[in-house]
Structure formats: C-alpha cells, structure tokens
C-alpha cells in the first residue's frame, strides 16, 4: 500500500494511506493528445485608438523637457552666483589700487 504525504505545516507532515482506485484514477485516459483549435478570444480586439498619454515616448519627452528646465536653471543659478572677476584694485586697494608685484595676473600694472 502506497501512502499520499501531504505538507500541512513547514515543519509538520501529515502520512495518508493513498487508495488504489484513487491513484489509477490519476493516470491519464488518453496518452497521444492531438491540438486543437484556439479557442476564440474572450474580448473582441478593436483598433481603438490609445491616447497620447498611455504612449511611452509621450513620458519619455515629458522627461526629457524637465530634465532640460532642471539643468538650465541650475546652470543659470551657478552662473548667477559666481563672484565678480578679480581686478588689481579689488585686490590692492589699500596700496592706491596698484600691487607691487602680480603672478599670472594679465591685468597687472606693477612695476
């Protein structure tokens, strides 16, 4: 006699004594299947036509617009917030505006 173990728990199993009738009864009646039409879809296919907002390439250009808005204006804000470009009487103010020596300073003056 065959027995049917069945999980009742992760760490609990249950032994069942299988019937012969029910295991025979198990087996397939037929061994060579042969394939048979295709049911007819449930839901009839339309061509009804997708709004633009289910479209992927719809959000990929939203995207691409806000990506292009977000990198402007951070270009623009770091752009606006650089300092004022140095000159020889920032620098040397104190002296009259004129510095006794410069180092790789195009403005320069000094003598």
């Keep these: ?8 728990a992760s760490a609990l199993f249950l032994a069942v004594p299988a019937r012969a ?8 009646v037929e061994t060579r299947l042969t394939p048979q039409a295709a049911p007819a879809p449930a839901v009839a296919l339309t061509d009804a036509p997708v709004p633009v907002v289910k479209r992927w390439y719809f959000w ?10 977000v990198v ?7 752009q606006a917030s650089k300092p004022p470009a140095l000159t020889e009487s920032a620098v040397c103010g104190a002296n009259g ?6 180092v790789n300073f195009a403005a320069c003056t000094a003598k």
């Design 1 to 8: 006699m065959r027995a049917l173990t069945l999980i009742v």
């Design 60 to 69: 990929v250009g939203v995207g691409a617009v806000v990506t292009g808005i």
């Design 21 to 28: 009738d029910e295991l025979a009864s198990d087996r397939p």
């Design 97 to 102: 505006g004129h510095c006794d020596a410069c």
């Design 72 to 78: 402007a204006s951070i270009a623009l804000s770091v």
